[in-house]
């Protein structure tokens, strides 16, 4: 059974930082693609950052340069390091993953960028 943990969302002012984390657990970890999700109130989730098992990372264009998506295998987690968080980045943030044409889903993590 796949399962997708993540954590350390939470309440941090405008250019703060914060560093997400999602544990995977029922997959070989280092053959998959992992990715990050956000979905803000009253809009359709999206795709912020992804990285292959090859390492291959891939960023939509509002993060870029601003955050960093990286995997430990070692541990079947996937981070997602954000700086210069601005207001817009509020949303609640998926770790997502697929298996055999089955997309799996963490229960997600709030992130609050605000004064």
């Known amino acids: 059974q796949v399962q997708l943990v993540e954590s350390g969302g939470g309440l941090v002012q405008p250019g703060g930082s914060l560093r997400l984390s999602c544990a995977a657990s029922?997959?070989?970890?280092?053959?998959?693609?992992m990715g990050w999700y956000r979905q803000a109130p009253g809009k359709q989730r999206e795709l912020v950052a992804a990285?292959?098992?090859?390492?291959?990372?891939t960023y939509a264009d509002s993060v870029k340069g601003r955050f960093t998506i990286s995997r430990d295998n070692a541990k079947n987690t996937v981070y997602l390091q954000m700086n210069s968080l601005k207001p817009e980045d509020t949303a609640v943030y998926y770790c997502?993953?697929?298996?055999?044409?089955?997309?799996?889903w963490g229960k997600g993590t709030l992130v609050t960028v605000s004064s």
């Open positions: 997502n993953t697929g298996v055999r044409d089955t997309n799996y």
């Open positions: 029922g997959i070989i970890f280092r053959l998959y693609r």
């Open positions: 990285i292959t098992g090859g390492l291959s990372t």
